[in-house]
Every structure is written in structure tokens, then in C-alpha cells.
């Protein structure tokens, strides 16, 4: 099962590529939201993207930056290590919808200061969107059944097929 959301931070326009491209910074919103929901890193994924440089038309001093976070647990009634109950898994989601951007920048902050990127001031000051967090959603983490386009044809083939033995 999967736990996903969303949240916004801003840094400086002029780093937006470089930031997003960092691992330092990648691997620091990873450990802030493992560390948020008490789950292994390796169970949390992070994508960042430019969500906004602020407007269209104009320059600006600041860019948007969209993290999408990514929790895959395996669920169950086991007590095997990896897996978890339901609720653990509602737990999770309940923290993370009580959990503000401001919050998850914070902690990104902390865990940033320990990288090399970090200590060596790669990067101006990250500040939090606020009111940009999502609601987490539960979901499965297993991929949608895609028929081929030779099984999705397959009945309509049927259908011509017993339509033209009836007109005969």
C-alpha cells in the first residue's frame, strides 16, 4: 500500500534547477518524512519539480518547488518485520494530514544541515509554502491491469462475429 501526498517550498529562482537536481536535498526530504511518520527512508520516495517561478511574465526572486512524497508499506495481519496493520497504515496518513508544510521544511532544514551540500551553503534559504499541503491518500501500490489492445478488441470481434451469424 502507498501513502501520497504533496507539499511547496521556495528557494531562490536562480537555484531552482540546481536545487531540485541535488541528492543532498533529495535524500534530506526523504529522511525529514521517514523521520515524520517513524518509517525506514527506504520506504519513502521523493520527485521534486519547478511548480512555479512566481509568474509568467515577470522575474522573480523565488521559485516553487513541488514535492511529492511517495510511502510504500507492505500491509498485513502479520507481525513480519516490514509489514504493517491497517491502522499503522491510517496512522501514518493521519500524521502526515496533521503535519503542515512549515513543519516538513523544518525538518528538511535540519537534515539538510548535515549534508555536505549543507554545511557549505550550496544553497539560499528553503522556506515552506504554507496551506500547500495535501491531503494524503491511501492507495495500493500495485499497478492498474492494462488489457491489450488485442484482449480490449476481443469482444467487440465476438459481437461482430455473432451478429453476422444471426443476420445469416
Known sequence: MIVSGTF??????SEAQDFISNSDV?????????????????????????????????????????????????????????????????????TLASTTAGDLV??????????????????????AVEGSETTPTIGSAEPPTINSRAEAAFPQALLLATVCWLIL
Open 106 to 127: 523544518a525538518d528538511f532544514n535540519t537534515e539538510f544541515q548535515s549534508t555536505d551540500s549543507g554545511t557549505n551553503s550550496v544553497f539560499s534559504a528553503v522556506a
Open 8 to 13: 511547496r517550498a521556495t528557494v531562490a529562482a
Open 26 to 94: 533529495q535524500n534530506s526530504f526523504v529522511a525529514a518524512i521517514a523521520k515524520t511518520v517513524n518509517v525506514p527512508e527506504s520506504t519513502v520516495e521523493v520527485t521534486l519539480s519547478v511548480f512555479s517561478s512566481g509568474g509568467s511574465r515577470r522575474l522573480t526572486a523565488e521559485a516553487e518547488i513541488l514535492v511529492t512524497y511517495t510511502i510504500t508499506v507492505e500491509v498485513g495481519t502479520s507481525g513480519d518485520a516490514g509489514v504493517m496493520s491497517e491502522s499503522e497504515l491510517d496512522s501514518i496518513a493521519d
